[in-house]
């Protein structure tokens, strides 16, 4: 059986490296919010600038956006934002004002609305519309998108099969870009420098087209899309970090229809790879219930780039050109 392993990974290009035996992470779940019907979205920063990291969340059924404070032992008391922003999807937080304080940028499926509350450095949060015609809007990600040092905004519309960007002129007037408009279902949005070349370019993730894809912005926030998956069933969610640690970035996505998380590897524009669990002595396996207890995601915590963690990690060729 093992040489049967030995050769299938052959086969497929890899070099099974020496087991690393790290400390396992043991997780230990604690919850921060209860009763936060059909909760969605979640992000942690310190809100309150106490050092210590608190935790943000989207309810999609109580319509919510809230944050809980952190005691700084890890006791948390949650403050509502938003009690009316409707099928509340995505939330994420950052300074987007720049003066200091962190504030909250969040996206409502149900009032077609990308907003940001405004933190008036005491935690009293003012509600800003950005847009609020954008249709079924999924997701929200905010950052720096031009360069120019102040924080721009992005979303994805399911309804309107878009990605856009909404430009900050400085002083919190924003002005829509779309990026795509034929992404079918977009439901989710993340931007990063995926070459690297000191732009931020864009990533999403399409439900009905089954596709990861980035748009590579060429300095001027001309966007030009490259697709990384297209048979990536429901895509529903999509990330980028340097998982293996080689200097570039890599795409994580999630996908609905497949049951699957997948690492996209970026290999120096030439290939990517899809992670897929194995178990030892059995065929490959799918994630059905990925989660941070896998061995899969300990693999990619740790940093590893083959793992024997309570099952065996391998690696699946996947074309993505960079
Ligand atoms: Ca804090
Ligand atoms: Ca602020
Ligand atoms: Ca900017
Ligand atoms: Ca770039």
Redesign the pocket.
């Known amino acids: 059986m093992k040489a049967r392993w030995l050769l299938l990974m052959s086969v497929l290009g890899l070099t099974l490296a020496t087991p690393v035996y790290a400390a396992t992470p043991v997780f230990t779940e604690h919850t921060i919010g209860s009763q936060f019907t059909e909760a969605h979205s979640v992000y942690a920063i ?9 935790i943000v969340g989207a309810a999609w059924g109580d319509n919510e956006i809230a944050w809980w ?2 005691d700084g032992s890890q006791n948390f008391t949650k403050h509502t934002i938003d009690a009316d922003f409707k099928k509340a999807g995505s939330v994420h937080a950052i300074d987007v004002d720049g003066d200091t304080d962190v504030d909250i940028v969040g996206a409502a499926w149900g009032d077609n609305e990308i907003a940001w509350w405004e933190n008036d450095g005491t935690q009293s949060f003012t509600k800003h519309t950005i847009d609020a015609d954008f249709k079924q809007a999924l997701s929200v990600y905010a950052i720096d998108v031009d360069a120019d040092t102040d924080v721009d905004i992005l979303g994805a519309a399911e309804g309107d099969d878009e990605i856009a960007w909404w430009e900050n002129h400085g002083s919190q007037n924003f002005t829509k870009h779309v990026i795509d408009a034929t992404f079918k279902k977009a439901r989710s949005v993340y931007a990063i420098d995926v070459e690297p070349d000191g732009d931020i370019d864009v990533l999403g993730a399409a439900k009905d087209d089954n596709e990861i894809a980035w748009w590579e912005n060429d300095g001027g926030q001309n966007f030009t899309k490259h697709t990384i998956a297209t048979s990536f069933n429901e895509a529903q969610s999509v990330y980028s970090t340097d998982v293996d640690g080689d200097g570039d970035v890599d795409v994580l996505g999630a996908s609905h229809g497949q049951d699957e998380i997948a690492l996209f590897e970026n290999s120096g524009h030439t290939t990517a790879i899809e992670l897929v669990s194995f178990s030892a002595g059995r065929g490959p396996e799918h994630l059905s219930e990925p989660g941070l207890n896998s061995p899969w995601s300990i693999a990619m915590l740790s940093g590893l780039s083959v793992a024997c963690l309570g099952g065996l990690v391998a690696w699946r060729r996947k074309g993505f050109a960079g």
Not at 46 to 54: I, K, S
Request: hydrophobic fraction near 20%; glycine fraction near 10%.
């Open positions: 310190d809100v309150d600038g106490d050092t210590d990291v608190d404070e952190n």
